[in-house]
């Protein structure tokens, strides 16, 4: 043992200068035209609960269904009928209003420093 003790090398990394830590690297920013996919998910998503809980719900009460599998399958077959008849109308919407982009421009390009150029200029 030397003559600092135990305790020197427990302590050896308390006054060390932290690591390196990578830069950052920006946030990729996209404009898709067309339908935004992910805006088209997440309104399917909760309007499937919103909507389809309570109907899988008022069915399940017309039907017989003992056992927890036979609950389960019910409500995978009954949800799957009311996700597609939801996301084609969200999806339709969609297309139809370009809902999803916040309401900007197709044309509008952000630059870097924050300021907007139209893309025909």
């Not at 690297?25 to 088209?40: H, I, K, L, M, T």
């Not at 009460?61 to 399958?73: D, F, H, K, V």
């Not at 597609?84 to 900007?104: C, E, H, Q």
Request: proline share 10%; hydrophobic share 40%; glycine share 8%.
């Amino acid at each position: 043992m030397n003559a600092s003790g135990p305790s020197d090398c427990a302590n050896r990394h308390a006054l060390a200068p932290p690591p390196e830590s990578p830069p950052v690297q920006p946030v990729e920013r996209s404009n898709p035209e067309g339908v935004d996919y992910g805006w088209v998910m997440q309104v399917t998503f909760v309007m499937t609960i919103l909507v389809g809980a309570p109907i899988v719900t008022a069915l399940s009460l017309q039907a017989t269904l003992p056992t927890w599998g036979a609950r389960a399958e019910f409500a995978i077959r009954v949800g799957a009928i009311i996700w597609i008849l939801t996301a084609i109308p969200v999806f339709l919407y969609a297309k139809r209003t370009n809902a999803g982009d916040g309401g900007s421009d197709p044309d509008e390009i952000e630059t870097e420093n924050g300021t907007e150029s139209r893309a025909d200029d």
